[in-house]
């Protein structure tokens, strides 16, 4: 079950693929910013428009996702409305709060439509199954809570190094991604039987 557990990771890593490239390439030196910012929204949203098209999952990342990304094409590529160019970052921020804690509010944590791709259906109301999920989305909206601190101080406190903004942001961004990884393996033991027939842990985390 190690592998399924490292594809279920990465499933849901790779979900994030638009947002990472939003990150990288808008900070390429390869022309001005403006142009950068663009050519990065418009590769972000293709990308999630592939994404769409290849995935069997529609669920909070996926619809924020969408929304996120046309609203920026509108705006920013199109429009060039300089104050949510300005604001773009911290936009961003708060949209994958709400993916996050928006989920777990509904009770529906983001990370769990990812790890059913991978999981048994008779194991997906298994408690160790939904406590994992839950742990892992928590996770993930932390860091993107702290990243939301780290958007507004780089608009409200300019005199902050913008390197060292970075650099604790893709410190953060490793982190979470690590401890996706280390509690999606933790204490995946054997599957026996159970009383009922059913496939379930041989032991509990």
Not at 19 to 28: A, E, H, R, T, Y
Not at 51 to 65: A, C, K, N
Not at 105 to 128: G, M, N, S
Request: glycine share 6%.
């Amino acid at each position: 079950m190690l592998e399924v557990l490292r594809l279920s990771s990465l499933s849901l890593i790779i979900s994030f693929a638009p947002w990472m490239v939003l990150k990288f390439v808008s900070n390429l030196p390869f022309a001005d910013p403006l142009t950068m910012l663009k050519i990065a929204l418009s590769l972000a949203a293709m990308i999630s428009l592939y994404q769409s098209l290849r995935s069997s999952v529609r669920g909070f990342i996926f619809w924020g996702t969408i929304a996120f990304f046309a609203f920026s094409l509108v705006s920013v590529v199109a429009l060039t409305n300089m104050w949510v160019i300005s604001h773009l970052g911290l936009l961003a921020q708060l949209n994958l709060n709400v993916i996050a804690w928006g989920s777990l509010l509904c009770r529906r944590p983001f990370t769990i439509d990812y790890a059913k791709l991978h999981v048994p259906q008779e194991l997906w109301t298994h408690p160790r199954f939904l406590r994992k999920n839950y742990l892992i989305t928590g996770i993930w909206g932390v860091y993107f809570l702290l990243g939301l601190a780290l958007a507004e101080i780089r608009i409200y406190e300019p005199q902050v190094s913008h390197i060292l903004l970075e650099v604790l942001d893709n410190g953060l961004m490793l982190g979470a991604v690590l401890l996706t990884s280390h509690f999606s393996k933790k204490g995946k033991g054997a599957y026996t039987p159970s009383e009922s027939g059913e496939s379930v842990p041989a032991s509990a985390d």
